[in-house]
C-alpha cells in the first residue's frame, strides 16, 4: 500500500449515465428507452448504448410481453420495456471501529443480504485490518452465493476525519499508523472493486437518516460520544464534510481556556471533559476493579446514582456547546450516538435540556433531540446507504 500517491475519486461521466439510467428504472419501475430518454434528459444514441451495457453486464432485462403492461397502447407492438434483474448487484458497506470491524453486503435498494462483526486491533496493523476486511466480505460473498463481480462498489469507514481530496488519515492523534496511508486503494487491490473511504461518525448521520431515528428529515445533527466527540452534518439531505473534510469535529472545540491537554495539542477541549475515558475517570474512585465502558453502561442500566451523575454532567456540558452549533445551523433534528446514548437515559435528556436553555427560542422550538435508534450499527448502514447512493439507486429502510 503506497504511502504517496493521491488518488482521484472522480467518476468518469459515462459511469455516471450509468447511474441515472439505474436511478431511473428503478425509481419509475419498468420503463422504456424513450421513457429513458426524457427522464434524463440524454441522448437517443447515448441511452441505446448504455441500455446495451446495462442488459450486457446483467443490470437490465427486457421485459417478455406477457410481463407488459398492454392498456392503452395502439396498434402493432408496443415498445421493450426495461427492468431491473432480480441480481442486479451488490454494495458493500464496511465500517472499522478502534476496536472492531462491521462489513455487510446489500442489494441495491439497500436490503441487507448479509452482515459480519470481528473483534479486531485495528489501531495496530493497517496491513493486517485491511486483510481481514478483505477476508470477511469473501465469507459473506460465500455465505450469499455471490461473487467478487457483483459487487458494485464498497463505502469503507474510518474513525478518523479523512482528507476529502484524497481520501487518507492526515490527523495523527486518533489512527496513527494509518497517517499518509491509502487505505482504501490498499483495500482495492484486495477485493478488486472501487472502495470509497469516509468518516465513519458522517457514516453514523448518513444510517440514522436512512434507516433509524431520522427517517425522512432531511436537516440533522448526529453527535457520537464515544473515545471522542464528533458531529455529523446532513443538510438538504447531503452529507456536509467542509472544504477539507473536517467539518463536525465537535470534540475539539474549546470550552475551558485554560484546561487540560487535549490529544490535538490544544487545552480545555470538549473532549477532555465528556469523552469516555473522561467519564470512566470520574467514576473509577467508587469502584475496586477497572471500569469499561460496558461498565458504565451496565451502571446506567441499573440506575446507579453516580453514573447517571457523572454521564448528565456531560451531556449538559455536550449539549452547550451542541446550542451555538445548532444557532448556525438550524437542524431539524439532533441525534445522539455512541455506547452511552440509552434510550431515555442521562446523557441525551441532559443534551436536550441544555440545547433548549441555550439555543435561541426559534431555533429550539423546531429542534428535536433524540437518541440514535441503529446502536453500533449506525456506520455500518451508513456505508450501505452511501454505497447505494454510489450507484444512483435511493436505498430505502432495512427490512427487519
Same mark, same amino acid.
Given at each position: ?17 450509468? *447511474? ?13 428507452? =424513450? ?5 434524463? /434528459? ?9 441500455? +446495451?451495457?446495462?442488459? $450486457? ?10 410481463? &407488459? ?11 421493450? %420495456?426495461?427492468?431491473?434483474? /432480480? ?23 439497500? !436490503? ?6 470481528? %473483534?479486531?486491533?485495528? *489501531? ?25 463481480? *457483483? ?11 479523512? !482528507? ?17 496511508? $491509502? ?14 473511504? &469516509? ?8 444510517? /440514522? ?16 460520544? @464515544? ?8 443538510? !438538504? ?19 475551558? +481556556? ?12 470538549? &473532549?477532555?471533559?465528556? @469523552?469516555?475515558?473522561?467519564?470512566? =475517570? ?6 475496586? *476493579? ?10 446506567? &442500566? ?10 448528565? !454532567?456531560?451531556? #449538559? ?21 455512541? /455506547? ?5 437515559? =442521562? ?42 447512493? #454510489? ?10
Amino acid at each position: 500500500m503506497g504511502t504517496a500517491r493521491p488518488r482521484s475519486r472522480r467518476r468518469s461521466h459515462r459511469t455516471y449515465n450509468l *447511474d441515472r439510467v439505474i436511478a431511473t428504472v428503478r425509481e419509475h419501475g419498468p420503463v422504456t428507452r =424513450a421513457d429513458l430518454e426524457r427522464m434524463t /434528459e440524454l441522448s437517443r444514441a447515448t441511452v441505446a448504448a448504455l441500455v +446495451a451495457r446495462l442488459i $450486457d453486464d446483467g443490470t437490465l432485462r427486457e421485459l417478455p410481453a406477457a410481463e &407488459e403492461t398492454r392498456a392503452g397502447t395502439g396498434p402493432g407492438r408496443p415498445p421493450a %420495456r426495461l427492468a431491473l434483474t /432480480e441480481s442486479a448487484g451488490l454494495v458493500v458497506g464496511m465500517a472499522f471501529g478502534h476496536g472492531d470491524l462491521r462489513v455487510a453486503a446489500a442489494t441495491l435498494s439497500g !436490503d441487507i443480504a448479509a452482515e459480519r462483526h470481528v %473483534r479486531l486491533a485495528v *489501531d495496530n496493523s493497517v496491513g493486517a485490518a485491511l486483510d481481514t476486511a478483505a477476508d470477511e466480505l469473501g465469507a459473506i460473498l460465500l455465505e450469499i452465493n455471490r461473487t467478487g463481480g *457483483d459487487v458494485r462498489n464498497v463505502v469503507v469507514g474510518l474513525p478518523a476525519p479523512l !482528507d476529502r481530496h484524497t481520501g487518507r488519515v492526515v490527523v495523527n492523534n486518533i489512527l496513527p499508523g494509518w497517517v499518509d496511508l $491509502d487505505p482504501a486503494g490498499g483495500l482495492e487491490e484486495r477485493v478488486h472493486r472501487p472502495v470509497f473511504p &469516509e468518516n465513519a461518525v458522517n457514516l453514523g448521520a448518513l444510517g /440514522e437518516m436512512t434507516y433509524g431515528a431520522g427517517a425522512g428529515v432531511r436537516d440533522l445533527v448526529f453527535v457520537k460520544v @464515544s473515545t471522542g466527540v464528533g458531529a455529523g452534518l446532513i443538510f !438538504d439531505g447531503r452529507l456536509y464534510r467542509g472544504a477539507g473534510g473536517y467539518a463536525g469535529e465537535l470534540g475539539h472545540v474549546q470550552v475551558e +481556556a485554560n484546561g487540560l491537554l487535549c490529544r490535538c495539542g490544544s487545552r480545555g477541549c470538549l &473532549e477532555t471533559l465528556v @469523552s469516555t475515558p473522561h467519564i470512566i =475517570a470520574a467514576l473509577q474512585p467508587m469502584h475496586a *476493579d477497572p471500569l469499561t465502558t460496558a461498565d458504565v453502561v451496565r451502571l446506567l &442500566e441499573t440506575g446507579d446514582s453516580g453514573a447517571a451523575r457523572v454521564v448528565g !454532567d456531560a451531556g #449538559r456540558t455536550i449539549g452547550r456547546s451542541l446550542a451555538d452549533m445548532c444557532n448556525v445551523l438550524n437542524p431539524e433534528m439532533v441525534i445522539v450516538g455512541g /455506547e452511552l446514548s440509552l434510550p431515555n437515559g =442521562a446523557l441525551t435528556g441532559e443534551i436536550r435540556e441544555a440545547i433548549a436553555r441555550y439555543a435561541q427560542p426559534g431555533v429550539a422550538r423546531t429542534l428535536t433531540v433524540t437518541t440514535g435508534t441503529l446502536e453500533s450499527r449506525a456506520e455500518l448502514l451508513g456505508a450501505i446507504a452511501l454505497a447505494v447512493r #454510489r450507484t444512483g439507486s435511493p436505498a430505502k429502510p432495512a427490512r427487519a
